[in-house]
């Protein structure tokens, strides 16, 4: 069945970097879009980023443009949130979210990951 | 940007009740609609796209309906399991957009 697990969550301080990683199972990975979308506690969903099926479009949430790059490797399987110039309003639990499509719109999310968590504080 | 607003934030209802969750969207997105159960402590989880298609595995009592602006989702006889936050979401274009959710509780 379809498997996305979230790594490379942690505490970091008001400026720092982090990545994270999203490996992917159970279905051909190089078929799909991938996003993220992250949530900050006690509050709604925030969609952050796409990367189409073969990396040739990305998309971004304009209050993470110029600071997160999303990639992938269709080889491993696995799809990646480069975090830059990370601050307290990015405190959230981000998921990985596959898109039901190679090339949207639509966008689709059917499959979630658990979530990896990311804590901004100095 | 598309705005999208649900409303209510929060209802309070009881085992059989029928529950009707409305997504209002700041624009035209045709049937572009998707909404998403989430759980406490779980990630959210689709449950009908295309405003009106129920995603494989999901009971019938969920329904959705819609077009245009203006989308219902609709528990017919609510139970024990649907006591949850429900969630809204564009899917015509980017930046794609969710509503602010609405939790379903036990009244």
């Known amino acids: 069945q379809v498997e996305l697990v979230e790594s490379g969550g942690d505490v970091v301080q008001p400026g720092g970097s982090l990545r994270l990683s999203c490996a992917a199972a159970g279905f051909t990975f190089s078929n799909h879009a991938m996003h993220w979308v992250r949530q900050a506690p006690g509050k709604g969903l925030e969609w952050v980023a796409i990367l189409f099926h073969d990396g040739s479009n990305t998309y971004y949430a304009d209050s993470v443009k110029g600071r997160f790059t999303i990639s992938r490797d269709n080889s491993k399987n696995t799809v990646y949130l480069q975090m830059n110039s990370l601050r307290a309003e990015d405190t959230a639990m981000y998921y990985c979210v596959r898109d039901r499509y190679k090339n949207p719109p639509p966008y689709y999310f059917d499959f979630w990951g658990q979530g990896t968590l990311v804590t901004v504080s100095s | 940007d598309i705005q999208m607003t649900q409303s209510p934030s929060s209802l ?96």
């Not at chain 2, 309070?12 to 035209?28: E, K, L, P």
């Not at chain 2, 045709?30 to 402590?41: D, I, T, V």
């Not at chain 2, 936050?85 to 959710?101: E, K, L, M, N």
């Open chain 2, 12 to 107: 309070s209802a009881s085992v059989g009740d029928r529950v009707t969750i409305t997504c209002r969207a700041s624009q035209n997105i045709n049937a572009f609609l998707n909404w998403y159960q989430q759980k406490p402590g779980k990630a959210p989880k689709l449950l009908i796209y295309s405003a009106s298609i129920l995603q494989g595995g999901v009971p019938s009592r969920f329904g959705g309906s819609g077009s245009g602006t203006d989308f219902t989702l609709t528990i017919s006889t609510l139970q024990p399991e649907d006591f949850a936050t429900y969630y809204c979401q564009q899917s015509d274009s980017i930046p794609v957009t969710f509503g602010g959710g609405t939790k379903v509780e036990v009244k």
